[in-house]
């Protein structure tokens, strides 16, 4: 199978522009594509430090709709949670240790109470960010991270 990759923000929807005060006739319905980019990762990361930087970069301005975290072996050890952040602050999208890692199945990543990591989500900033998972410590754990966005600018409330 091919692949296509173009420029967004991507919009979808027949009605462009509302002309009149018909829905689905002559009322604007056009909507913005939700993008998504996953990793499998594990606990221990790469060189065995808890520290896994993904390649899961997400464009500028973009707004995060969800993150989950698919665990296919459970996080071990002392502590079985993990954060969610970016490389240039390991807290930006999660608190450390707030997801938890040693329940099986999928796991929902919030920003919490917090609003700078609720800003983060809306808008990740002025440039792009690569996502980084900060395990509380080494284990055996392994899973798939996903990251749901939408383009830049077009859902920014």
């Known amino acids: 199978?091919?692949?296509t990759t173009f420029s967004g923000p991507v919009?979808?929807?027949p009605i462009k522009?509302?002309?009149g005060t018909t829905l689905g006739t002559d009322v604007a319905d056009i909507g913005e594509?939700?993008?998504?980019?996953?990793q499998a990762i594990t606990q221990a990361g790469p060189a065995a430090d808890g520290v896994f930087t993904t390649d899961i970069v997400i464009p500028a301005g973009s707004t995060i709709t969800s993150i989950q975290l698919y665990v296919g072996v459970v996080w071990s050890g002392a502590a079985s949670t993990l954060g969610i952040g970016t490389t240039a602050s390991a807290t930006a999208l999660t608190a450390a240790g707030a997801v938890a890692g040693g329940t099986l199945g999928i796991i929902a990543?919030?920003?919490g109470a917090d609003a700078t990591r609720v800003g983060n989500w809306i808008n990740v900033g002025t440039t792009d960010v690569r996502i980084k998972v900060t395990s509380t410590?080494?284990?055996a754990g392994t899973g798939w991270l996903v990251v749901n966005y939408i383009q830049h600018g077009t859902y920014i409330p």
């Open 17 to 19: 522009y509302t002309t």
């Open 109 to 111: 990543a919030t920003a």
């Open 11 to 13: 919009r979808a929807g």
């Open 1 to 3: 199978m091919g692949t």
């Open 33 to 38: 594509v939700v993008l998504s980019q996953y």
């Open 137 to 139: 410590n080494t284990g």
